[in-house]
Nanobody, 126 residues
Framework: QVQLVESGGGLVQAGGSLRLSCAAS????????MGWFRQAPGKVRVFVAS????????SYADSVKGRFTISRDNAKSTVYLQMNSLRPEDTAVYYC???????????????????WGQGTQVTVSS
């Protein structure tokens, strides 16, 4: 059972930056693709970014390309989301997720992820 704990959320002004972290409890973390998703009030949870189990392949939603960067440190069992040039529309609860199957490249669909963190709030003021 993989447990995920996000941190790093908070309140920031538009144009600012935040770095989210997601620490995994499982030593097998390094074999799972990881993803970041977000959910704004009254809206469905949507894909933000993913990274393959090796870290060699990343994918981003069009809305965050060029502003957000996903990375991972397998030695620390942690995945990161660096968010730059934040906009009010980035305001949401951000969730990290671990793939249900090891050794895959990472996907945008929530159904491919078997483990979820509790979420961290990101609020961007205008």
């Amino acid at each position: 059972q993989v447990q995920l704990v996000e941190s790093g959320g908070g309140l920031v002004q538009a144009g600012g930056s935040l770095r989210l972290s997601c620490a995994a409890s499982e030593r097998a973390f390094s074999t799972y693709a990881m993803g970041w998703f977000r959910q704004a009030p009254g809206k469905v949870r949507v894909f933000v970014a993913s990274i393959s189990w090796s870290g060699g392949r990343t994918s981003y939603a069009d809305s965050v390309k060029g502003r957000f960067t996903i990375s991972r440190d397998n030695a620390k069992s942690t995945v990161y989301l660096q968010m730059n040039s934040l906009r009010p529309e980035d305001t949401a609860v951000y969730y990290c997720a671990a793939d249900a199957t090891p050794y895959r490249s990472g996907f945008s669909m929530t159904t491919t992820y078997g483990y979820w963190g509790q979420g961290t709030q990101v609020t961007v003021s205008s």
